[in-house]
């Protein structure tokens, strides 16, 4: 499937170069300005992925004029990842190579002169890190957004603003999300979504997103993939789109250990990871805790219930909140040879997450008669603990990118969410009330994926699954009416709820992407659900099967300008989740408000359409997207009151429809970048319900924008800046505040590139922020205000231990996507499967995986003098040395100088000219080694040189890692 996925990929991302007239050289020419050259120099080589070694083909090459920067000329890699950039004039020229879904690469200063004008710079390995390569400078830059046909990726990693936080944090930067103050998620606006994390989910996720991210360290996050348009290999789940969240990995050889550590006025963190591979097999560890403090505030609620009686009740109180969460994850993979490959990992994550309101004033007037006023306390304490275990077995047949895979999964969440009030009279207590609720969500996934090419430009993928849920909620309701510590039970209120759910699937999938700049993906998916739901009171709900058929469709065009324009259509389900079926009656925090759900809930239908167009002006990257969404028999409230209480019920009365646009802008201004963009869309709801008095219906503009910024300074400083509002969301039976947040960062990187340490500054213009909310019915009406106070800071360091190389890379790995299940926001339940190291997961193009076998590196081999362990040399001075590469020569220098009976010394290259200290320097009779460490990515590789000494000349090999040994020779000056 690589080949096909290369090439859907190439026909977007090949604006990136502009369109260059046809050379001899192969490839197309860019519309960008281009300076016309014609000479006698060629430049060659071939590009592959990092991971698998696969060629990447239709990679774009071009050819800049060091100098001006200026394109002057390129070409796009063949189907074997080769290309060829033929008729270059002398001069000296940084070649740049990019493809959509991969770090930008850029070979700094090749020279092209005289005869040595035939320059082939070998094998090009685009990754997701950069790196030093056989002495050729080469810088991997993504921007902060990225666009691709089916789906938005945030490149977190490179937002200094969110570390020490949680993913909570990182999603309120990712464009086309929208984060409420609470931490619960939308995507243009809809909140019903599924969350993965790796391409994997968890039972966590069923009952509370919100409180799930709070368990992911944002120092943790590498992308975040905001998928509007899933192919047929997704589950059906998930009406608005997908988040998937891709965690940071690291599959070098070698042993490490990275320490996260942050301290701040709201909130701590701690986080270990270690990671270990030795040749085909490898393994990762990882603990991370956080825990939150100082959240605290204020609040006001007015409600006005009209019926027999007029009752305003007044409610102001304290909100406060603390919370403690962790994660721990093993993960281990295995290649058994090149054609069968095993990776597993468990996980374990916990979270205690208590809310209070303190001194909560309670005011009811009767028909303009003051009653007796209340107060209160109340708390919810909210904790889990869930385990996740997946194993995934590939095998790779003999023809390429043709793949079969297995895959399992076993998820648990254990829960409680307990809710206490105590009433006051005086300074007395006057009575008590809890409710209880202990659940438990189990899920077993099995699941089978296979892929075939055919030919060149075709690909066709086909699967099946089996997903089994086991739900459990047991509810008691308790009251202590005489406040003498003993609790009674009212059995009127508690019951166990059991919910069994079994989804059966199977899909098809189709993509042709031709070479004249069309490409096509469609695919069906079927899916049949089955449910056996009973209760303590009622043997068997009558809850009737039911299947689905799911198309999807995404084409897209690359026009002659290298321009694109996407299209999309696809269909998708929403299966309601325990918080709306859950019949016992829940309170958070507030006993005038309570909510029932609703065990016979049917799943909604939504379909989405989208178009799209991205363009590239003078740099600057441009991405327009419209879209149009209409949901019917929609999951929507309905709001009752009983007395003071407003009671909240669910039922499939809805009809939503939303239709808005996008704008994203990427700018890359050297050493500033600027990144920003925005959402508007109309909103329309409508409940359908016949009854006139509980008729409701209401529609408007809905908006959001964000903006980041970033500036590299000297010494590796570097200062981030971030900015997001949320205009007011429209709601059925009311609306929702808007509210904005802001933060500033600075950080400074060590010398060795292994950690940094920074200082970031949130809502520091003002102590707090107020959101204010209106719910309006014929007989309702309630409105009120949160005062949260969130001016915060903190500071963070990170620290690697130990080195990696670039030996035996895996393979990537493929994982399982549950993402089927219609979220609230609320209520209690942890985050799932954090991938942790080489879990699997987090494959490039979502979930088309490569499923290339690797092959191994090409070694250079050099015949070098004989070694002498008993001659008597002098390897003091400066020696200037040049080293042969794929890439060309390359020129350096090497100081050795004699301190007492031992040598040191530094290195610098023409083409890393920052002088770099030697580690070790050893002189065995004539023959000197000496060894340097060069960084990227928080990791260290060690390179050797070794020559034998003969007079003023020395020669011999360098060598790093799998890039193999390289002739050098060398002559000492005078």
């Known amino acids: 499937m690589k080949t096909l ?67 002057v000329n390129g070409t796009v890699a063949d189907g074997k990842g080769k290309f ?71 490149n977190a990693e490179n937002d200094a603003t969110a570390k020490g936080g949680d993913a909570t944090d990182v999603l309120k930067r990712v464009p086309l999300l929208s984060v409420d103050m609470d931490g619960n998620v939308s995507l243009r606006g809809s909140s019903n979504i599924m969350v993965l994390i790796n391409n994997k989910p968890s039972t966590i996720m069923a009952s509370s997103v919100a409180d799930a991210l709070k368990q992911i360290p944002a120092d943790q996050i590498k992308t975040v993939e905001v998928i509007t348009s899933p192919s047929a290999k997704y589950d059906a789940e998930g009406s608005g789109g997908i988040i998937n969240i891709i965690t940071k990995k690291n599959t070098l050889e070698g042993l490490n250990l990275n320490i996260n550590a942050g301290a701040g006025y709201r909130g701590s963190n701690l986080g270990l990871n270690g990671n270990y591979r030795r040749k085909n097999m490898g393994f990762s560890l990882g603990g991370w805790g956080r825990a939150n403090y100082n ?29 403690l969460f962790g994660n721990y994850s093993l993960g281990w993979d295995y ?15 916990v979270r205690n997450n208590n809310s209070y309101q303190d001194n909560l004033e309670r005011l009811t007037i009767v028909d303009g008669v003051a009653q007796p006023s209340n107060l209160s306390d109340n708390k919810t304490l909210n904790g889990s603990g869930t385990v996740d275990a997946n194993f995934t077995y590939t095998h790779y047949f003999t023809k390429p990118q043709q793949e079969l895979s297995v895959l399992a999964s076993f998820s648990r969440n254990d829960r409680n969410n307990d809710f206490f009030t105590t009433n006051y009279s005086g300074s007395s207590v006057l009575n008590q009330f809890k409710n209880e609720n202990d659940g438990i969500n189990e899920e077993i996934t099995i699941q089978a994926d296979y892929q075939m090419p055919i030919g060149t430009t075709q690909i066709f993928e086909t699967g099946v699954k089996q997903i089994q849920r086991v739900v459990t909620s047991n509810f008691t309701t308790l009251s202590d009416l005489d406040a003498d510590g003993f609790y009674e039970t009212v059995s009127s209120n508690s019951n166990q709820l059991n919910y069994n759910q079994d989804v059966s699937s199977a899909y098809a999938s189709y993509t042709y992407a031709a070479k004249n700049g069309y490409s096509l993906k469609g695919g069906v998916r079927y899916e049949y659900t089955t449910i056996n739901a009973f209760t303590r009171t009622e043997s068997d709900i009558d809850i009737p099967e039911y299947s689905v058929v799911v198309p999807s469709i995404n084409a897209s065009r690359r026009l002659k300008n290298g321009n694109t324009v996407k299209l999309s259509y696809n269909r998708r389900i929403q299966r309601p989740s325990i918080q709306f079926l859950n019949p016992n009656k829940q309170q958070n925090n507030n006993a005038l408000n309570q909510t029932i759900g609703n065990p016979v809930l049917d799943p909604e239908f939504t379909d989405n359409y989208e178009v799209g167009y991205t363009t590239f002006i003078k740099g600057v990257s441009l991405n327009f997207s419209g879209f149009y969404r209409n949901s019917n028999n929609a999951i929507q409230s309905l709001r009752t009151f009983s007395g003071d209480t407003i009671v909240t019920r669910y039922a499939n009365i809805g009809k939503e429809e939303a239709y808005g646009t996008s704008l994203f802008v990427n700018v890359n201004l050297g050493k500033l970048t600027l990144s920003g963009g925005g959402d508007v869309f109309y909103n329309v709801l409508d409940n359908n319900v016949p009854n006139p008095d509980d008729r409701a219906s209401n529609e408007g503009w809905v908006y959001s924008g964000r903006l980041f910024g970033g500036y590299t300074l000297e010494k590796g400083w570097a200062l981030q800046m971030f900015g997001f509002y949320r205009g007011k969301r429209v709601q059925l039976q009311g609306e929702q505040g808007g509210f904005g947040f802001y933060s500033l960062a600075v950080r400074k990187d060590f010398a060795n590139k292994k950690g940094s340490i920074g200082l970031g500054l949130e809502n520091f213009l003002a102590e707090s922020i107020t959101i204010r909310n209106e719910t309006k019915t014929n007989s309702i009406t309630q409105t009120g205000f949160t005062t949260q106070n969130n ?72 015949n070098t003098p004989a070694v002498d362990p008993a001659a008597v040399v002098n390897a003091e001075g400066k020696w200037t040395y040049t080293l042969e590469t794929p890439q060309g ?43 340097y460490e060069v960084s990227f990515g928080g990791n260290t590789a ?7 000494i003969t007079g003023d000349e020395m020669e011999g090999k360098i060598t790093m890692g799998q890039f193999g040994s390289f002739p050098m020779k060398g002559k000492r000056g005078e």
């Open 84 to 154: 060829t950039i033929t008729k270059i004039e002398d001069g000296t020229y940084n070649v740049v190579i990019s493809f959509i879904g991969y770090e930008t690469q850029t070979i700094s200063k090749l020279k092209i002169e005289g005869k040595d004008n035939d320059l082939n710079v070998g094998t090009i390995k685009l990754s997701t890190g950069s790196k030093v390569l056989n002495e050729v400078v080469v810088e991997g830059k993504k921007d902060l957004i990225e666009e691709r046909v089916d789906r938005t990726i945030y």
């Open 942 to 948: 060690s390179i050797e040189m070794k020559g034998v």
């Open 295 to 323: 959240i605290n505030g204020n609040f006001e609620n007015s409600q006005l219930i009209s019926g027999s009686q007029e009752r305003q009740t007044i409610q102001r109180g304290e909100n406060r909140g603390n919370g």
């Open 335 to 349: 290649d058994i040879n090149k054609k069968n490959t095993l990776a597993a990992s468990v996980r374990y994550g």
């Open 5 to 71: 996925l290369t090439l859907t990929l190439a026909l977007l991302s090949f604006f990136s170069m502009a369109q260059i007239p046809q050379s001899p050289g192969g490839g197309s020419r860019s519309s960008m300005p281009v300076t016309t050259i014609d000479g006698n120099g060629k430049i060659s080589g071939t590009v592959v992925d990092e991971e698998s070694n696969a060629p990447v083909e239709f990679a774009t090459v071009a050819l800049h004029d060091a100098a001006t920067d200026k394109v």
């Open 889 to 931: 020569a390359s020129n350096g220098t090497l100081t050795i100088i004699k301190d007492g009976e031992t040598y040191k010394g530094t290195i610098v290259s023409t083409r890393s000219p920052k002088e770099t200290a030697l580690s070790s320097v050893v002189l065995n009779g004539n023959e000197l080694t000496v060894t």
């Open 791 to 862: 001016l915060g800071f903190r500071i963070n360091f990170s620290y690697t231990i130990g080195k990696m190389s670039f030996d035996n890379q895996p393979r990537r790995r493929r994982s399982i996507n549950n993402d089927d299940m219609k979220d609230g926001g609320d209520g209690g339940a942890d985050m799932g499967n954090m991938g942790g190291g080489n879990m699997g997961g987090g494959q490039r193009g979502g979930g088309m995986p490569a499923g290339v076998r690797p092959t191994a590196p090409a070694t250079t081999n050099t």
